[in-house]
């Protein structure tokens, strides 16, 4: 508590010291109400009060399962023309593929068919604004862009760093997310 008191006293000092009139010392005849503090202390000053006021919100951490080296190979590669579909699709390829470890079964097979259907999907589908603009295809996107950025840099065979992983898993948890409000 005394922390909090500490740095909501700091922010004021100095959200005051950039406020045009910079705070007044009130007279014992003047009245302090709520729109004399909001004038003296300033916008910055408010939104610091109401962010120490509040808790923090903490992210809600992702469990990044183990690598594999055993799995079922899909064979459902390539598009249907249907955003949702394809979207799930190929989130749900893009799990597998993050989850392989090293000496996986079929390794580079995969990241070859992963790698063609992760192109097709981007080069179909971002031509269409009303498809582009949803959370899902820009978090797709990004996530799109890791994994065939790590294919590109350390070939097929070359499993994902843990960092990259935990990445990844949070960015799918995002696009699950979105599909299923239609996002």
């Known amino acids: 508590m005394k922390t909090s008191l500490a740095i909501l006293v700091a922010t004021l000092v100095s959200a005051s010291a950039f406020s045009p ?3 007044k010392v009130a ?4 009245s302090c109400g709520r729109r004399d503090i909001l004038k003296s202390v300033g916008v910055a000053g408010v939104a ?3 962010g120490a006021g509040l808790p923090f919100v903490a992210n809600a951490e992702i469990v990044v399962p183990a ?3 055993e799995y079922d190979f899909p064979s459902d590669w390539g598009l249907s023309f249907n955003y949702e579909e394809d979207a799930a699709k190929v ?20 990241g070859k068919n992963m790698k063609k259907e992760m192109i097709d999907f981007v080069s179909y589908y971002r031509r269409f604004p009303k498809v582009a603009g949803k959370p899902s295809f820009s978090t797709l996107y990004t996530s799109i862009n890791v994994l065939a950025g790590h294919y590109t840099s350390y070939g097929y065979k070359y499993p994902l760093p843990e960092k990259r992983r935990k990445r990844l898993y949070q960015e799918y948890a995002e696009i699950e ?3 299923k409000r239609g996002r």
Do not use: C, P, Y
């Open 177 to 179: 997310k979105s599909l």
């Open 21 to 23: 009139s910079g705070l």
């Open 67 to 69: 690598q594999v080296t």
């Open 48 to 50: 610091s009060i109401a």
């Open 27 to 30: 007279d014992s005849n003047a």
């Open 91 to 110: 989130r749900k390829h893009m799990v597998t593929a993050t989850g392989l470890g090293k000496g996986a079964t079929k390794m580079e097979d995969f």
